[in-house]
């Protein structure tokens, strides 16, 4: 396992340590290919270096990653980063997927290969929340699927501590720290509170 870096470690040792991952992660990458009947599937591209990636997931009913797998197209650093991201991943609920994917502990190499496969992996769980709700037979409607938020939740604490925006919600209930596919429907559930709490008597 790739243990994280001391940032007190000298300049040409970290250098050096992450040139050897990326080397790695290169000529032995890890995860090639896609998944056939994926639950997530999500793709990035650059219009700047014309790198692309796309990263598919088979995900339990625990909501568990089983399974990554990635295709790309660019340098060796993009190679290497969609290896390193997709063995970081196995075994994450899609929750701690997408939070380490938004964290950027897993940059070893240039930003914007960092940011092609953070875009493709949130673009996977999105598409896997989607799905999950679209499925929903519970008698609530599901908000938030990487926290299993339901939407009584989401406005009993709107209500009860008068919250204006998601990043308050998140806060108070966990919706939306995730992949943030429920971003819209939380902010339906907020303006329609508003409205209603500021139509005249």
């Known amino acids: 396992m790739l243990q994280r870096l001391s940032n007190e470690a000298p300049a040409s040792k970290l250098d050096s340590v992450r040139t050897e991952q990326i080397n790695e992660h290169f000529l032995n990458p890890q995860n090639v290919g896609a998944i ?20 598919s ?51 070893v190499v240039a930003a914007s290969c960092v ?7 949130l673009s996977a769980i999105a598409r896997y ?3 999950v709700r679209d499925e929903w037979t519970g008698d609530e409607a599901l908000i938030c699927t990487c926290f299993g938020v339901s939407e009584s939740e989401v406005e009993g604490e ?3 501590a008068s919250l204006r925006t ?7 209930c966990k919706a939306g720290a995730g992949c943030r596919s429920c971003y819209p429907l939380i902010q ?8 209603e709490k500021n139509m005249p008597g």
Do not use: M
């Open 115 to 121: 940011a092609l496969c953070r875009d493709a992996l």
């Open 158 to 160: 709107i209500s009860a």
């Open 129 to 131: 929340s989607d799905s």
């Open 36 to 55: 056939d009947g994926a639950d997530g599937s999500g793709e990035a591209a650059s219009f700047e270096c014309g790198g692309i990636v796309r990263i």
């Open 57 to 107: 997931l088979l995900i339990d009913a625990r909501k568990t990653v089983t399974k990554a797998k990635f295709k790309a197209i660019g340098c060796h650093a993009l190679v290497a980063t969609a290896s390193l991201l997709t063995e970081k991943i196995k075994g994450k609920t899609t929750a701690a997927a997408a939070q380490l994917a938004r964290s950027g502990e897993q940059a």
């Open 188 to 195: 339906d559930i907020l303006d329609v509170h508003w409205r």
């Open 166 to 172: 998601i990043e308050e919600v998140t806060s108070a």
